[in-house]
Every structure is written in structure tokens, then in C-alpha cells.
């Protein structure tokens, strides 16, 4: 397995996998690399410390493993931002393209409150403020869209 820093055209670093450099190699030059956050296919490589397989080493064994939680601030923006997505992905349900009916029963004491994400064009968007009710828009990148595992 290859693990490659990489980076978009907009500045995006992430982490790739790949079975190795010439797999790498394939899937950037078929488009099928794109960046996390922005969908971007205008990869790059960065440089990045080789990981050593040394003979002589032993895996450390349970009692010396410590976990050490990722702190949001050594977190880049671009990952607080991909672990916020995520998070409110994990504690809401998408409603699709019935978000303002759905908001609007919610709203109106119709059926129990929740947390709902759907699509709704502007107009409808405008209609939800005006109306009273709170909404935001969320772009989410196309790998977001599909099931979180």
C-alpha cells in the first residue's frame, strides 16, 4: 500500500492510498484522483518522509500503544472543516429535495423536530427566512454524498 500526500490546485492537502506508484500514476491521469474538499482533479504530489521498515523492530505490544485523540488544533482548515461535514452528515437526516416541506412541518409543529439536510433552490430558501425558519447552505463535496461507512 502507498500512502501520497497530495494537493489540488486550490491549495487542499489530503492523504491518498494507493496499491502503488504506478496506481497512483493510472487513476491521475484517468481524472479519478479529485480532492476532498473541492472536487478538484488537478492533483499534485508532495513530498513526504519515507516510512522505514526496519528488520529489527518489534510492533509495540497493547499496554504501549497510547491513543492520542487528533486535537482540532493541530487539525489544518480544511479538516476541522471535513470532520464538521462529516459530523453533521452522521446527526442528520437527508431529507433530499422535500427540505422545505419537510422544514416547513417541523416548523409548524406538523411531525417531531429533527435534524434535516436536503436541497432547495434559492426562491424556496428565501421562502424558509422569510417565513421564520432557520436554514444554511452546506456544499458538500461529491465524495461526501455517497454513504458514510
Known sequence: MKVLNLQCAHGHGFEGWFASN???ELQLANGLVECP???DTAIVKMLSAPRLNLGNSRPPTPSEVREVPASADA???EARWM???R???AKTEDVGE???DEARKMHYGETRERGIRGQATREQAEQLVDEGIAVMPLPLPAALKEPLH
Open 37 to 39: 474538499v473541492c472536487s
Open 87 to 89: 459530523e453533521v452528515m
Open 75 to 77: 487539525m489544518t482548515p
Open 98 to 100: 422535500r427540505f422545505a
Open 22 to 24: 504506478e496506481a497512483f
Open 83 to 85: 470532520r464538521a461535514v
